[in-house]
T-cell receptor, first 114, second 111 residues
Framework: EAGVAQSPRYKIIEKRQSVAFWCNPISGHATLYWYQQILGQGPKLLIQFQNNGVVDDSQLPKDRFSAERLKGVDSTLKIQPAKLEDSAVYLC????????????FGPGTRLTVL | QKEVEQNSGPLSVPEGAIASLNCTYSDRGSQSFFWYRQYSGKSPELIMFIYSNGDKEDGRFTAQLNKASQYVSLLIRDSQPSDSATYLCAVHSGSARQLTFGSGTQLTVLP
């Protein structure tokens, strides 16, 4: 069974530029999560989807971050404009559904904002 | 007060010893508890989960949960150098409907 796929693996941009990350969850997983992990900290949930609907985006900085999962499968997370403090690893995870909290992570995208 | 607290370490144990990793949480309504292993530069990997009070064993790993004390732990028996990683405790609160992670404990197993 293929795991969670993410791209790109690394991205370097300058502040005020925009960037987008892509995630394809494990086949059949209805719930998709985007996390931000800053060095030395645990992952912090940004947004959670159930199929193509948003379940929780309370920690998403909506003035600069956006995410979508239009067809209920793959998802895109965008930052526009980026700030220095956005430098982090962006992790995508998926689970079978909302009732099953066993989440499986993709390899992550390491973002550096200069 | 942090919602999920872990001793950041580093924790060093000799090869073959038992490593004990601890985690406390603040939300009494928390219902499920997870341990993830994260190697340097890699993403978290789920290694154990526990829902009920008591112990749950899987190979060399044992998860222990005490909801009254709001405490969950992970024991690694016969520790190997390959167990050297950061171990993340994650707690799911039914009310918050999300997984909250601790900052992780860095474990080093010395050959």
């Amino acid at each position: 069974e293929a795991g969670v796929a993410q791209s790109p693996r690394y991205k370097i941009i300058e502040k005020r530029q925009s960037v987008a990350f892509w995630c394809n969850p494990i086949s059949g997983h209805a719930t998709l999560y985007w996390y931000q992990q800053i060095l030395g900290q645990g992952p912090k949930l940004l947004i959670q989807f159930q199929n193509n609907g948003v379940v929780d985006d309370s920690q998403l900085p909506k003035d600069r971050f956006s995410a979508e999962r239009l067809k209920g499968v793959d998802s895109t997370l965008k930052i526009q404009p980026a700030k220095l403090e956005d430098s982090a690893v962006y992790l995508c995870a998926s689970s079978v559904d909302l009732a099953n909290n066993e989440q499986f992570f993709g390899p992550g995208t390491r973002l550096t904002v200069l | 007060q942090k919602e999920v607290e872990q001793n950041s370490g580093p924790l060093s144990v000799p090869e073959g010893a038992i490593a004990s990793l601890n985690c406390t949480y603040s939300d009494r309504g928390s219902q499920s508890f997870f341990w993830y292993r994260q190697y340097s530069g890699k993403s978290p990997e789920l290694i154990m989960f526990i829902y009920s009070n008591g112990d749950k064993e899987d190979g060399r790993f044992t998860a222990q949960l005490n909801k009254a004390s709001q405490y969950v732990s992970l024991l690694i028996r016969d520790s190997q150098p390959s167990d050297s990683a950061t171990y993340l405790c994650a707690v799911h609160s039914g009310s918050a409907r999300q997984l909250t992670f601790g900052s992780g404990t860095q474990l080093t197993v010395l050959p």
